[in-house]
Nanobody, 123 residues
């Protein structure tokens, strides 16, 4: 099983990035996908989740209206589009997979995790 997150980088406040999470080694559309982030000195926090079909999503209040989670089951890939980025969005972003396909905001419910990609937003 592998989750490979990519697309992080340095961006100015107000800018945009799109993160990708390429999955392999499991049946992708049996799983919900989630994005979490961890800023320096802080605990990992929920960002967004999407169910197996892409028909249901959930977002943290801090990113609602700015971030969009999506998935392409034909490509075994999940995405996180991030717009209107703020310095407080700076963190390592992790993608994760949760069996059963139902969305969840709880990190403990996700069984597979990627290594993370760093997003730095400058002011």
């Amino acid at each position: 099983v592998q989750l490979q997150a990519s697309g992080g980088g340095l961006v100015q406040a107000g800018g945009s990035l799109r993160l990708s999470c390429a999955a392999s080694g499991f049946t992708f559309d049996d799983y919900a996908m989630g994005w979490f982030r961890q800023a320096p000195g802080k605990e990992r926090e929920f960002v967004a989740s999407i169910n197996w079909s892409g028909g249901r999503t959930s977002y943290a209040d801090s990113v609602k209206g700015r971030f969009t989670i999506s998935r392409d089951n034909n490509k075994n890939t999940a995405y996180l589009r991030m717009d209107s980025l703020k310095p407080e969005d700076t963190a390592v972003y992790y993608c994760a997979a949760k069996y059963s396909g139902l969305i969840s905001t709880t990190a403990a419910s996700y069984g597979y995790w990627g290594r993370g990609t760093l997003v730095t937003v400058s002011s």
